[in-house]
Structure formats: C-alpha cells, structure tokens
C-alpha cells in the first residue's frame, strides 16, 4: 500500500446498515416486502415499486466477475498500481463496485464471469470494506 | 416540440484551443460568448436568455453584462449543452425568451479559476465506488468494456481502430490538437491507463470553450450566417454510479434520448449524412451506434475497422477528430455541436459533401446523462 490513505466511506442514516453489517461480517442487501425486488445501493425504499416496506437481509456473499479494469494511471491514494476495479454480480441482482484480492490483478488471473465471494477488509474501527476473492472450489 | 422552429443563428469556438495559460475559465466563456456574437452580428442587449453548466449562469451571465429573462443551469456533464439546446428551443417556442446563449469552457490543463472536482465521502459515490480506487474518468468509463467486448465479440484492434480513424478526420482539421497519423500498432503499444484502454483511446484534455446562440426561426433568415435549424432532441439520465448502469452492453440514456430526438425529427438512419458521438474514450462511438439504431452492437466495431466512418466512408462520424483527436476541454459536448453547425453550414475544415441532416450525440459523466441534438440546414 502506498502511503496515502484510501478514500474513506462515510455512512448515512440510509447506508448505517451496511457498513454495520461488514463490521460484523456480513454483507447486507435490502429486499422489498411488496414486490421482492433485491437492491443496492441502500435506501429505505424500493427503487422498482416505490413501496417502503423493505427489509435488510444477509447476501450469500457470492457473485461473479461483471467486468473491470485494470487501473495503471493515475492511482488513487492508498492503491498501488496496477489494481483491478471490478463490478461484481451479486448472486441475489445487485451489482456492487469493489477490488478482487488473491489473485494476479491480470486480464489472465481475471476472468469475466469467474466465481467470487466477499471478503472484509477492516480500514479502521468504524469501517470494513466489502472486497471479493476467487471463490474456493 | 415541433420541427425546425428554433435556428442556431451564432456559433463559435474560443479564439484560441489546446493549451491557454493566459485566460481564466471565466474569460473562456467570455471569449466564446463574444465570437458568437460577432458571428451572429448581435449585442450583449439582445440576449435575453442564457444557459451554461458547471459555471452559474450569474456568474457568466453577470460577467459578461447579460440581464436574462431565462436561464438554465442544467450541468449533467460534458452533454449538458445538447440538453440546453433542447431547454432553450422549448422555452423560445414557449416565449419565455427570444435570443439564447449557450456558453462552455473550462481550463481543462492549467485550470485557472477552475473549482476542483471532489467526491464527498458520504455521497453514495463516495461510500460504494471512491473506496475501490476509482480516479477520475479513465479509471471509470472503460469499466464496462470487458463485458461489452465478451457479449458482442468486439476486438482490441476494433477498439484501436476507433482512434486511427478520427486522427484521420483531425488531420483535415487545422485546429485539431493531435493531427499526426496512427495505426492500430501505435494505439495497441501506447501506454497502458486502465486496462482494456490505452493512452490513443482515451481523450485529451485541453483548454478551451464554444458558444451558441440560438433564436426563432422565422428570425433567422435575417442574421449573417446560414440557419441551422434543429429538427430533433431528447435527453435522458440514468445513474451518477457506472458501476449501477442498468447493463454494461449499452446505455439507458444513449437508448431513451437518442431514439426521442429520431421519432421528433421524423427521420430514418439512412437520412443522416453526418454523425457526431462524443467520444471521451474509444467505446463510446460503438455505444452510440448500437443504441441510436443506426445497427446492432455486434456489427459496431466491424463497422468502424471496416473503414466505414473514415473521411469518404458512407457514415461520416466524429469529422472533426472528436476527443480523441480534436479537443477534449473535460466537457466535450459542445465542441460536437459546433462541429454540426459547421457541418451543416457547408464551413467544416473536412466538410461532407451536400450534408443536409447531422446528428450530434452527447454522454455527460460515466453514461450518467446523454442529449441528442439533430440539425439540418433544409426548413
């Protein structure tokens, strides 16, 4: 890691969940009570029906690799270049941005429609990143 | 709206582009607003309506010595001018406005009295993309590439080709900041920036600004210039956050604003004879050629490498080099537009030959907004 901090979440009364759950290590998506539509990024509404009886929920945790780049130029702080950048398919529909640990950050290493599952990486006290790995198996 | 009602009737480019140490973003706009009203032999008394993104239109408009009675300060990117042309030619049909100026610039190099670009961490962008390392435009707009490439079997070479042909068309342009010739070797051995994207496919950043003015149409046989009239227009957005884009192999905005603009202009793809497709990076033309209609997004890339939107090819596209070749001030779309205008005027540097209908397509963000303006020179 470079020096520089990376760029720090700071959660809302709408997202407090979220990062509540990855400090706990789970990943939490939201599901609407009226018609079942799964969502994110967080917000006390559904998105496809306006209804606000949502419920939060625990994700499998398990997605695959949507797509990415590979980031050479500029690199944010905190990042050593190159890093991949990737959006992940959820199994559950939603899709989230985040990076792939444990692998070569390579086109090789990184295949689109590969099999993922969430990881946490702890930034401080208050916040745990959500991170994906190659899925085991 | 109804067609050709409202004529750009002013259009100019700042007096310089490329790299301008010696004026502010402020004066950009000034410099702009003022060629195109010495294009359009007006006063700063006969503009009674005015629209600009990123700047207030108080503080351009306050600057320069406007008093409007319309404004609009829509900024939703780099295609915010193609939605303020749709705004303006609404609210001229309406009344609320006779004469409109439409102003960009932006220090993109030197940035002289420009307000940094910041994510706040508690923006959702700032929670759920900037902690990923994303940085600025070339880290995020390719991210949906790799997806494209693999549904449609898009090549590397057909993406290089994107760049080899609009250095092509900038060679024909004199104030185009890039005008050396390129091949698809050249493009596929510059400088990796965030893979699949290479330093040939991602856009300049330069200095600079356009303006327009636009007025009834039943006025516009009385100004200098040729009209141009504007035949149809959409506009749409979708989400702040590429990585929430409906799908990665095509744009809900492109899809919703360019087929709108169609349907208002009553025309066919085979009545366009010039076609403008901002293109901050190489995918982008593919993008537009798919959700516009003018083919499916599997024969985009083959369409391109196949030579068919080079100089002379049978779809005329980005002819001023686009933002790849041309200029790329950060917020491209109004150089798209001047370069429909001049297009449609008979003036452009690589001019189509009897061009009488242009389509100009803007993106504003990563596919977070888009406005597609078509002109003609025909009422």
Not at chain 2, 49 to 64: D, K, N
Not at chain 2, 236 to 249: A, G
Not at chain 2, 355 to 363: D, N, Q, R, T
């Amino acid at each position: 890691m470079a020096e520089a901090a990376r760029a720090r979440p700071k959660p809302t009364p709408e997202t407090q969940h979220f990062w509540d759950g990855t400090q706990a290590g789970e990943l939490r998506l939201q599901r609407c009570d009226s018609c079942a539509h799964v969502y994110f990024p967080p917000r006390p509404f559904c998105p496809s029906c306006a209804s606000r009886k949502v419920s939060v929920f625990k994700a499998s945790g398990k997605g695959t690799l949507y797509s990415y780049v590979i980031n050479h130029r500029p690199a944010a702080p905190g990042f050593t270049p190159p890093y991949a950048i990737a959006v992940v398919a959820l199994d559950e529909g939603p899709r989230m941005m985040s990076n792939i640990t444990g692998c070569p950050q390579t086109p090789e290493a990184l295949e689109l429609d590969m099999k993922l599952e969430v990881t946490f990486e702890k930034l401080d006290d208050q916040i745990t990143l959500p991170l994906f790995r190659p899925a085991k198996g | 709206m109804r067609r050709n009602q409202v004529a750009v009737v002013g259009a100019a480019e700042t007096t310089k582009l490329g790299v301008i140490p010696d004026m502010s973003q402020l004066q950009l706009h000034a410099d702009a607003a003022l060629n195109a009203m010495a294009d359009a032999g007006l006063k700063l008394s006969d503009i009674d309506g005015f629209a600009t993104a990123v700047e207030t239109p108080q503080q351009v408009c306050h600057y320069l010595g406007i008093t409007p009675t319309w404004v609009d300060g829509t900024s939703v990117g780099g295609c915010s001018f193609m939605l303020h042309v749709r705004h303006a030619a609404a609210a001229i049909e309406a009344g609320l406005c006779k004469t409109v100026l439409i102003t960009h610039a932006e220090s993109g190099k030197p940035m002289i009295g420009k307000p940094p670009r910041s994510i706040a961490a508690d923006s959702l962008q700032g929670q759920f993309e900037a902690p990923f390392g994303v940085f600025g435009p070339p880290s995020m707009f390719p991210i949906p590439v790799l997806r494209y490439m693999k549904t449609y079997g898009i090549t590397h070479e057909q993406l290089a080709m994107v760049a080899v042909v609009q250095r092509e068309w900038a060679a024909k342009n004199p104030r185009a900041m890039m005008k050396e010739p390129i091949t698809v070797d050249d493009v596929l051995n510059s400088r990796m920036i965030a893979y699949p994207f290479r330093l040939l496919q991602c856009c300049l950043v330069t200095d600079g600004g356009g303006a327009l003015i636009l007025t009834s149409a039943d006025r516009a046989k009385d100004f200098p210039q040729k009209p141009v009239y504007i035949l149809g227009t959409g506009e749409s957005v979708e989400t702040p956050m590429v990585s929430q884009m409906e799908t990665f192999t095509s744009s809900r905005a492109f899809k919703v604003a360019g087929p709108l603009a169609f349907k208002e202009a009553g025309i066919t793809h085979s009545d366009v004879d010039h076609l403008m497709i901002y293109d901050a990076f190489a995918h982008l033309p593919l993008f537009g050629l798919g959700d516009l209609g003018f083919m499916p997004h599997a024969e985009t890339g083959p369409f391109i490498a196949a030579g068919h939107t080079r100089p002379g090819g049978r779809l005329p596209l980005n002819t001023n080099g686009g933002g790849l070749s041309y200029m790329h001030s950060g917020m491209y779309g109004m150089y798209a537009l001047q370069e429909s205008v001049r297009q449609m005027r008979g003036i452009a540097p690589a001019q189509v030959p009897n061009a009488k209908i242009s389509v100009c397509h803007g993106v504003g963000g990563m596919f977070a907004a888009s406005g597609t303006i078509i002109f003609t020179n025909e009422k």
